[in-house]
């Protein structure tokens, strides 16, 4: 759309590993990737999720922004569309294969292991989009927000956006809080871990970042949908 939000340019299959009908107990991205990068945003997600994130940076022409998780690209790119240095990061190779297949202007793509990013020059923000609601543990959660935190500047935003506790809640199959549901437009599930809207702030002020805004989201239905938590590196 006029936002270049929506976003499905041409792909050809670079994973051909069929996904798996077991009991999942983490979402297999690599078996994924092509299923998710040939979807559109949702515009729920657009509309709930991303224009927050995207109203919160405000004006991000010639800003370096990181995009943790980047996945295949997509809100990279809406980022770059908008005037920003974009230095995304993700773990799974076939996410990063197809994220270089398209248009790669002003975005610099690296794989990266979980929690451990390479010592950037300062960044002027981060984005982790739908990313945290997939490590299972806490320790996990901060150490990817610490490692985040050496690359921003003093005083820069980190913008976590997940999908809201109340849907995840209803999601939950009874182990060590593990939710499986199906993402729209997709037909393989998907594997996150609940966490109360507590349980977030919290683990962002162990990383050691001033929580500045808490934000969400509801549908035109009035159901709660997406979780924003803005904080400053300090």
């Given at each position: 759309n006029q936002d270049g939000y929506l976003l499905r340019p041409p792909i050809t299959d670079l994973c051909n590993?069929?996904?798996?009908?077991?009991?999942?107990?983490?979402t297999n991205w690599e078996q994924l990737a092509n299923e998710y990068t040939q979807r559109d945003f949702p515009s729920s997600d657009s509309i709930c999720g991303y224009k927050m994130v995207l109203d919160l940076l405000g004006d991000i022409s010639e800003k370096r922004i990181l995009d943790y998780g980047c996945g295949s690209?997509?809100?990279?790119?809406?980022?770059?569309?908008?005037?920003?240095?974009?230095?995304?990061?993700?773990?799974?190779?076939?996410?990063?294969?197809?994220a270089k297949r398209q248009?790669?202007?002003?975005?610099?793509?690296?794989?990266?292991d979980w929690g451990k990013i390479a010592k950037e020059a300062s960044m002027d923000a981060a984005v982790v989009c739908y990313v945290m609601c997939g490590r299972s543990g806490d320790d996990e959660f901060v150490e990817?927000?610490?490692?985040?935190?050496?690359?921003?500047?003093?005083?820069?935003?980190?913008?976590?956006?997940?999908?809201h506790p109340a849907r995840k809640q209803k999601d939950m199959i009874g182990q060590e809080n593990m939710c499986r549901s199906l993402l729209e437009g997709m037909v393989t599930p998907v594997v996150d871990f609940y966490r109360p809207i507590p349980t977030y702030l919290n683990l962002i002020r162990r990383a050691g970042l001033d929580i500045e805004n808490v934000l969400e989201s509801l549908t035109p239905e009035g159901m709660p949908h997406s979780l924003l938590i803005g904080a400053k590196n300090v």
């Amino acid at each position: 759309n006029q936002d270049g939000y929506l976003l499905r340019p041409p792909i050809t299959d670079l994973c051909n590993t069929p996904p798996s009908n077991a009991l999942m107990t983490q979402t297999n991205w690599e078996q994924l990737a092509n299923e998710y990068t040939q979807r559109d945003f949702p515009s729920s997600d657009s509309i709930c999720g991303y224009k927050m994130v995207l109203d919160l940076l405000g004006d991000i022409s010639e800003k370096r922004i990181l995009d943790y998780g980047c996945g295949s690209g997509k809100f990279s790119r809406v980022l770059a569309s908008r005037g920003a240095k974009v230095l995304a990061v993700d773990p799974t190779p076939c996410m990063i294969d197809l994220a270089k297949r398209q248009n790669c202007d002003n975005i610099e793509y690296h794989l990266l292991d979980w929690g451990k990013i390479a010592k950037e020059a300062s960044m002027d923000a981060a984005v982790v989009c739908y990313v945290m609601c997939g490590r299972s543990g806490d320790d996990e959660f901060v150490e990817i927000l610490q490692n985040i935190s050496l690359n921003l500047a003093v005083g820069a935003k980190l913008i976590v956006l997940d999908p809201h506790p109340a849907r995840k809640q209803k999601d939950m199959i009874g182990q060590e809080n593990m939710c499986r549901s199906l993402l729209e437009g997709m037909v393989t599930p998907v594997v996150d871990f609940y966490r109360p809207i507590p349980t977030y702030l919290n683990l962002i002020r162990r990383a050691g970042l001033d929580i500045e805004n808490v934000l969400e989201s509801l549908t035109p239905e009035g159901m709660p949908h997406s979780l924003l938590i803005g904080a400053k590196n300090v």
